[in-house]
């Protein structure tokens, strides 16, 4: 298994441009997550998913969206990219019901708007 | 959910037992506490979690306090490769388990 894998590693946008960002997982999770990181701080979540067409918001999803058409992919939306979305990006996922609960995070994104 | 306190910084000889805090005093009694580590900038790692009972896995082992206000977890021989943020998360069951990251404790293992 290639586990959470997310593309591209890094990208820089300039103010106003949009872009996707990519994330897969092939363990058959159910639960996918996106997080940012600002320099020198904890994760954050953005947008959340517990299955195949249902999406949630998570703590910071303002300029953001995403979508959930399969189990697989998880892509997170920036419409109108802004110098405060300058940050790592983490997607992750979870089997629910899975006795150790743990979240599987991939190696991340790295996004500079300028 | 609860907040956590954790310590910014610590230091460990390589060998030696880390032994690292976190308090969460307003912890609700269907909260787990979660340890997870980042080394460097990858993704977060799971290492181990717990209700109210002492749990031990092949990464760490973790100690909760008997009124679960506050928890340790420990590294018994801590090496190089343990050099890592530690974030100690509380999340309730059945919350599609939404991690709330703090800024963790930064450990460094020395020679």
């Known amino acids: 298994n290639a586990g959470v894998t997310q593309t591209p590693k890094f990208r820089i946008l300039k103010i106003g441009q949009s872009m996707t960002l990519q994330c897969t997982q092939d363990m058959n999770h159910n639960y996918m997550y996106w997080y940012r990181q600002d320099p020198g701080m904890g994760l954050k979540l953005i947008y959340y998913s517990v299955g195949a067409g249902i999406t949630d918001k998570g703590e910071v999803p303002n300029g953001y969206n995403v979508s959930r058409s399969t189990t697989e992919d998880f892509p997170l939306r920036l419409e109108l990219a802004a110098p405060s979305q300058t940050s790592v990006y983490f997607c992750?996922?979870?089997?629910?019901?899975?006795?150790?609960?743990?979240?599987?995070f991939g190696p991340g994104t790295r996004l500079t708007v300028l | 959910d609860a907040k956590t306190t954790q310590p910014p910084s610590m230091d460990c000889a390589e060998g030696r037992a880390a032994n690292l805090p976190c308090n969460h005093s307003?912890?609700?009694?269907?909260?787990?506490v979660y340890w997870y580590r980042q080394i460097h900038s990858q993704g977060p790692q799971y290492i181990i979690h717990?209700?109210?009972n002492n749990e031990t896995n092949e990464m760490a082992s973790l100690i909760i306090t008997e009124d679960r206000k506050s928890s340790t977890l420990i590294l018994p021989h801590a090496t190089l490769r343990d050099t890592a943020v530690y974030y100690c998360i509380v999340t309730p069951a059945g919350t599609a388990s939404k991690l709330t990251f703090g800024t963790g404790t930064r450990l460094q293992v020395t020679l």
């Open positions: 307003t912890i609700s009694g269907n909260e787990y």
């Open positions: 717990g209700l109210k």
């Open positions: 992750a996922s979870r089997l629910e019901g899975s006795s150790y609960n743990e979240q599987f």
